[in-house]
């Protein structure tokens, strides 16, 4: 993603492959067991996870969302993409997502 929007040479790429990939990176080759500090999940799998632990997922909001995606198509880059799957909104790149939000609430309990 970087490659196409920010040049190599760039000071805050440099820094932020440094400081936040080289983490990840070094997390993911270098680490097992319980040295291995970070385990990607899936945002399915959080949603699972969140449910059991009592809460309750909020619908996204439309508008809002129209809006995002409006401004993505005029403003960024066409390899970005925002999308919606169950009340999730997906950022990614290059068809891989990259994050996915939400907004949760205590459920009532029964």
Known sequence: MFDTTIPR???????????????????V???????????????????ARTIRAGFK???LNQELMEKLMGKLKAWYH???VIDQDNNWMLQGWKG????????????PEL
């Open 96 to 107: 891989r997502i990259v994050f996915a939000s939400s907004c949760w609430v205590p459920a």
């Open 57 to 59: 997922q909020l619908p």
């Open 78 to 80: 066409k390899d970005f």
């Open 29 to 47: 080759i270098a680490c097992e067991g319980l040295e291995r500090v970070e385990r990607p999940e899936t945002y399915k799998q959080w949603q």
């Open 9 to 27: 040479e760039d000071p805050e790429r440099l820094m932020f492959e440094r400081e936040v990939y080289g983490r990840e990176a070094m997390n």
